[in-house]
């Protein structure tokens, strides 16, 4: 909760800085899986990672990457009673897209926005078992933001949830900040 707070009070500042560096997806879905398998206490319900295709090697702040898919794996493990978490990754035109899917209560599209909303928690018979703090998806949205990227729902009543994060495979504004990670061409003309 003291983490959420500080971290969500820094993105609003502008003080929270994104520490980019070279990490894969395997490590990110490696470190989730580990850290979930012991909360995993309802055998209702399986947790699974898949990647739909190959997945270049990510430059970006794999700490917050994970930070997000936490947050994502952990609403979903406690609004779904019975059947799968699914956590997938995929690719394509530069940026990845990783989604958790879960079969759980859903969200009625009249809340959707409000799951965004700091300290917003629906109302449900679940949420009153395991108490949140209504923080964990607006930091996950500011988070994704300040990556360069957004986050998505989609989610019906009774059916279930998909959250999605989008991010760019390399995170642009380090750009200026490590110049060996300019493109071929760029230092063959600074070269020229």
Do not use: W
């Amino acid at each position: 909760l003291v983490n959420d707070l500080l971290d969500l009070s820094k993105v609003e500042s502008g003080k929270l800085s994104v520490d980019a560096e070279m990490c894969s997806i395997d490590e990110i879905f490696a470190g989730l899986r580990g850290m979930f398998r012991p909360l995993m206490s309802n055998p209702d319900v399986l947790l699974s990672f898949e990647m739909a295709n190959a997945i270049p090697v990510l430059y970006t702040d794999e700490g917050k990457v994970s930070q997000i898919l936490r947050n994502f794996i952990s609403n979903a493990l406690k609004f779904t009673e019975s059947g799968e978490i699914c956590v997938r990754a995929s690719c394509d035109n530069g940026m990845l897209t990783v989604s958790v899917q879960d079969s759980g209560i859903g969200i009625p599209p009249e809340n959707h926005a409000l799951i965004f909303e700091e300290y917003s928690q629906l109302k449900s018979s679940l949420q009153r078992k395991s108490k949140g703090t209504g923080l964990g998806m607006p930091l996950s949205k500011k988070l994704a933001e300040l990556l360069g990227g957004c986050v998505k729902l989609e989610s019906e009543p009774g059916i279930g949830s998909t959250f999605h994060v989008i991010i760019p495979i390399t995170y642009y504004g380090a750009q200026e900040q490590h110049p060996e990670r300019q493109s071929e061409p760029e230092r063959k003309s600074e070269r020229n």
